[in-house]
């Protein structure tokens, strides 16, 4: 089983920017596609971005396209969400996940999740 702990949340002003990180630990996570998900109160766990195994493909909810960047680094066992431009409603908690068996936009295809990362963005 892999264990995820994300880091990076925090309070920031809109217009500013956070790099989310995903490290894991447990089997190795370098054969599975990762993602970022995010859920805002009252709200859904929605998908933010994917990542295949090798990296070599992204994708992207049209709602932070151009502005999150995801990214891995299979040496360190860590995924990164990198968060420009952020906007209030981008305020949630981020969770990481791996290993998904269908869609990547579907939450419970996922097969392992970390705890999450509060993001607060101030207007």
């Known amino acids: 089983q892999v264990q995820l702990v994300e880091s990076g949340g925090g309070l920031v002003q809109a217009g500013g920017s956070l790099r989310l990180s995903c490290v894991a630990s447990?089997?190795?996570?370098?054969?599975?596609?990762m993602g970022w998900f995010r859920q805002a109160p009252g709200k859904e766990r929605e998908f933010v971005a994917a990542?295949?195994?090798?990296?070599?493909?992204?994708f992207y909810a049209d709602s932070v396209k151009g502005r999150f960047t995801i990214s891995r680094d299979n040496a360190k066992n860590t995924v990164y969400l990198q968060m420009n431009s952020l906007k209030p409603e981008d305020t949630a908690v981020y969770y990481c996940?791996?290993?998904?068996?269908?869609?990547?936009?579907?939450?419970?295809?996922?097969?392992?999740w970390g705890q999450g990362t509060q993001v607060t963005v101030s207007s």
């Open positions: 996940a791996g290993d998904p068996d269908g869609s990547y936009l579907n939450p419970p295809d996922w097969g392992y």
């Open positions: 447990g089997r190795t996570f370098s054969s599975d596609p």
């Open positions: 990542i295949t195994w090798s990296g070599s493909s992204t």
